[in-house]
């Protein structure tokens, strides 16, 4: 028979005074925030128990560390020094290379406008009156002549450098792109220009625009801003410019990103005659393999014959 337990034993089972709680992790770390690792270091430390070997090698092992390390930044700063000699070297020397060679260039554009104004001349002598000023006036419509009269200037330059808010540095302009150029140059065509050239640059028919990297190409040859398109045309050319889509995208543009963006009716404007362009021409062969030619009837025609197949006539300047 089993005695039940007394009321006072129940009373001390129920007493939270007696309740035995278990620690809490945060409030551990709160009161005892240090880890045991480092009281018993600096206990060690403070009654003087670090091993006398330990402390005797620990110095010239820290001294050898240091010495390899001031070691490999003296290495690596001599190397740097004595490398940049050579790059500014080289730098120079290709500065000094595309200089010159920017003035050949220019010394044999106006060398081969001399050449092309002695052709006219000689040309214009062997001609008739009536076939040299059609031929002339040909050659000022596909962009072959110089050409003179009134017209519009469109002005684009790139916008202030902005200031970063965050860095308070340069954030980089809003550049002036090679589809910006193109835009405005289709726009002046559809509004009746007969003579387009970008900073000097006369267009034709196989004209480009383009960039390579951060340059803008117009025919292969760079071009920098604050870049002009002029163009000559009828007075009502500056009104339906202005009504164009381009003009409108432009003068978004720019009031966005303080891109500069101008246009005036300009008297008076010479643009300059483009360069010959090369002109290839399909030509038949020369001695035909009896093998090529088509063993059909004769109205046929195959690539290696010389039937009416092939075109003796110019391809168009490599369109």
Same mark, same amino acid.
């Given at each position: ?13 129920? $007493?939270?005074?007696?309740? !035995? ?18 009281? $018993? ?22 001294? %050898?560390?240091?010495? +390899? ?6 290495? /690596?700063?001599?190397?740097? %020094? ?32 001399? +050449? ?12 008739? @009156? ?22 519009? !200037? !469109? ?28 835009? %405005? ?9 007969? /003579?387009?050239?970008?900073? @000097?640059?006369? +267009? ?31 007075? =009502? ?8 889509? &381009? ?5 978004? %543009? ?5 891109? =500069?963006?101008?246009?005036?009716? !300009?008297?008076?404007?010479? +643009?300059?005659? &483009? ?40 391809? @168009?300047?490599?369109?």
């Amino acid at each position: 028979m089993t005695t039940p337990p007394s009321r006072d034993g129940v009373d001390k089972e129920r $007493d939270p005074s007696n309740r !035995v709680y278990a620690p809490d992790f945060l409030t551990e770390l709160f009161r005892n925030p240090l880890d045991p690792g480092y009281g $018993d270091a600096a206990a060690r430390r403070a009654t003087g128990s670090m091993s006398r070997v330990r402390e005797v090698l620990g110095r010239p092992v820290s001294l %050898v560390v240091l010495a +390899l390390i001031g070691f490999l930044f003296a290495v /690596a700063y001599r190397e740097t %020094v004595a490398d940049e000699p050579s790059r500014a070297t080289a730098r120079a020397g290709l500065v000094a290379e595309i200089k010159g060679r920017e003035a050949e260039t220019d010394r044999l554009t106006e060398r081969a406008e001399q +050449l092309r104004e002695d052709v006219s001349r000689q040309r214009d002598a062997a001609l008739s @009156g009536s076939q040299a000023s059609r031929l002339r006036t040909l050659e000022a419509g596909t962009g072959l002549a110089r050409v003179r009269g009134d017209g519009v !200037v !469109v002005r684009l330059a790139d916008a202030a450098a902005d200031q970063d808010g965050v860095t308070n540095g340069d954030a980089g302009p809003s550049r002036v792109l090679y589809s910006d150029l193109q835009k %405005v140059v289709n726009a002046l065509w559809a509004a009746g220009a007969e /003579a387009v050239a970008v900073n @000097g640059q006369r +267009l034709t028919a196989t004209s480009t625009i383009r960039s390579a990297g951060e340059a803008i190409l117009v025919d292969y040859r760079p071009v920098t801003g604050p870049y002009e398109v002029q163009a000559i045309g009828p007075r =009502s050319m500056r009104d339906r410019f202005d009504e164009s889509r &381009a003009a409108a995208l432009m003068r978004e %543009v720019a009031r966005k990103t303080g891109l =500069s963006f101008g246009v005036k009716r !300009v008297d008076d404007l010479t +643009l300059p005659a &483009a360069p010959q362009p090369r002109l290839r021409y399909a030509e038949p062969p020369a001695s035909p393999s009896a093998s090529a030619r088509p063993s059909g009837g004769a109205g046929s025609s195959s690539p290696g014959s010389s039937g009416p197949g092939v075109s003796s006539s110019p391809s @168009g300047g490599g369109r």
